[in-house]
Nanobody
Framework: QVQLVESGGGLVQPGGSLRLSCAAS????????TGWFRQAPGKEREGVSC????????YYSDSVKGRFTISRDTAKNTVYLQMNNLKPEDTAVYYC???????????????????WGQGTQVTVSS
């Protein structure tokens, strides 16, 4: 059974850091492009970053470029999102997602993905 579980969210002050984890079970995450998304109350879901399985290409949205870093640990079957210099506007529920097909690139567009985790809350506030 395919399952994605996010963790690592919490409350942090502006300028602080968090590392989110997306742990996969039931399949080998390294074979699938993986994306991180977020959704703030009253706003549309936003693609934040993704990492390709085919060639390791990495993409970031303009809003997080230079502050967030996506990475993958194949031994732990986990993808991470390191978030530095957090801002109040980063407050949202963060989700990871993978497509059904392996050997894939990745996308910052939500409809490209088939499997989603339950999300982890990130709150940036003083």
């Amino acid at each position: 059974q395919v399952q994605l579980v996010e963790s690592g969210g919490g409350l942090v002050q502006p300028g602080g850091s968090l590392r989110l984890s997306c742990a996969a079970s039931g399949f080998t995450l390294a074979y699938y492009g993986t994306g991180w998304f977020r959704q703030a109350p009253g706003k549309e879901r936003e693609g934040v970053s993704c990492i390709s399985s085919s060639d390791g290409s990495i993409y970031y949205s303009d809003s997080v470029k230079g502050r967030f870093t996506i990475s993958r640990d194949t031994a732990k079957n986990t993808v991470y999102l390191q978030m530095n210099n957090l801002k109040p506007e980063d407050t949202a529920v963060y989700y990871c997602a993978t497509p059904e097909h392996d050997g894939s690139s990745c996308s910052l567009s939500g409809p490209w993905y088939d499997y989603w985790g339950q999300g982890t809350q990130v709150t940036v506030s003083s």
